[in-house]
């Protein structure tokens, strides 16, 4: 079975620091990565998404990928209070037609005034 | 566009009811996808549709069917609710606007009470 592993958190960063959030999966196929935030009492909404090796970079995000490892990541730079929510990450199939993502349970990010 | 809208957004049952959840997406997207989310469970897939005319189960998905009506509409419907049910339903799609074809797009979520 496909797993997709976060610490739960919460992780709590102070207002303009780093915040580095962290993932693992099983399944050594997989082609496509993505990372979404969801606030409380709200819907998953895509911050990034990911396919190759390296660094992808977008405003203050910056999503990691490491295939050979199985660890993708999401740095946040300078990060502010309107940061704080429930990361989750999620981790495409490894080939054909099926389109199902696999879904960690979340890290919840607190960035401290 | 609206994206990907969902009714109702709150629904209080009681145990034996039955309701459809309804979910439709403008995106022209062949794919769709109905997830519920518990605490400390996180997304969990009940069934998807890959195209028009097709459905197939996902990991939970005991106690539901769905109905992939046409491109847009994907229905959720529980026939005789039970506690256990009680959960926030997430409506996705996916499809070529915008990115690959498997980016996921979600709607606003329906919570569901089960007395």
């Known amino acids: 079975q496909k797993e997709v592993e976060q610490n739960s958190g919460p992780l709590s960063v102070p207002e303009g620091a780093i915040a580095s959030l962290n993932c693992t999966y099983s399944?050594?196929?997989?082609?496509?990565f993505f990372w979404y935030r969801q606030y409380s009492g709200k819907s998953p909404e895509l911050i990034m998404s990911?396919?190759?090796?390296g660094d992808k970079e977008d405003g203050r995000f910056t999503a990691q990928l490491n295939k050979a490892s199985q660890y993708v990541s999401l740095l946040i730079r300078d990060s502010q209070p309107s940061d704080s929510a429930t990361y989750l990450c999620?981790?495409?199939?490894?080939?054909?037609?099926?389109?199902?993502?696999?879904f960690g349970k979340g890290t919840l990010l607190t960035v401290n005034p | 566009n609206a994206g990907v809208t969902q009714t109702p957004k709150f629904q209080v049952l009681k145990t034996g009811q039955s309701m459809t959840l309804q979910c439709a997406q403008d995106?022209?997207?062949?794919?769709m996808y109905w997830y519920r989310q518990d605490p400390g469970m996180g997304l969990r897939l009940i069934y998807y549709?890959?195209?028009?005319?097709?459905?197939d189960k996902g990991e939970v998905p005991n106690g539901y069917n769905v109905s992939r009506l046409n491109k847009r509409e994907f229905s959720l419907r529980l026939e005789s609710a039970a506690p256990s049910q009680t959960s926030v339903y997430f409506c996705?799609?996916?499809?070529?606007?915008?990115?690959?074809?498997?980016?996921?797009?979600f709607g606003p979520g329906t919570r569901l009470t089960v007395l």
């Open positions: 996705a799609s996916s499809g070529r606007r915008g990115g690959s074809t498997d980016t996921q797009y």
């Open positions: 399944d050594r196929g997989s082609q496509s």
């Open positions: 990911i396919y190759s090796n």
């Open positions: 999620a981790v495409g199939p490894s080939g054909g037609s099926n389109y199902k993502l696999t």
């Open positions: 995106m022209n997207h062949n794919s």
């Open positions: 549709s890959a195209s028009e005319g097709t459905t």
